[in-house]
């Protein structure tokens, strides 16, 4: 199981970005898989993801409504789209997974906790004017 998140970079306040995490060894569309963020000096973030019980998607409070989650059919690209973005969501953004079987611990909104066996290496996202 492989994640590697790309596509950060340096955007003025008000702006988009996508990020892309590519998958290999799994499924995006079958294994549980988040979006998670760390700015210096604080803790790593849940921002976004897809629990196991079903299809929908949880997002932190504070890029609801900005931020959104998609796959593809293949089920080897996951992307966080990003809009309006704020100096505060400056940070590394992280994709992450974690294998089946999933026991209550990953049902709804608790799917953003930090709690994956499967990380990609970070991409660093900047808002800034």
């Known amino acids: 199981v492989q994640l590697q998140a790309y596509g950060g970079g340096s955007v003025q306040p008000g702006g988009f970005l996508r990020l892309s995490c590519a998958a290999s060894?799994?499924?995006?569309?079958?294994?549980?898989v988040g979006w998670f963020r760390q700015a210096p000096g604080k803790e790593r973030e849940g921002v976004g993801c897809?629990?196991?019980?079903?299809?929908?998607?949880h997002f932190a409070d504070s890029v609801k409504g900005r931020f959104t989650i998609s796959t593809d059919t293949n089920g080897d690209m996951m992307y966080l789209e990003m809009t309006n973005l704020k100096p505060e969501d400056s940070a590394t953004y992280y994709c992450?997974?974690?294998?089946?079987?999933?026991?209550?611990?990953?049902?709804?909104?608790?799917?953003?906790?930090?709690?994956?066996?499967?990380w990609g290496q970070g991409t660093l996202v900047t808002v800034s004017s």
């Open positions: 060894g799994f499924n995006v569309n079958y294994w549980v």
């Open positions: 897809i629990s196991s019980s079903g299809p929908t998607r």
């Open positions: 992450a997974t974690n294998e089946p079987p999933y026991g209550s611990q990953w049902y709804q909104d608790r799917c953003l906790r930090p709690i994956y066996n499967y």
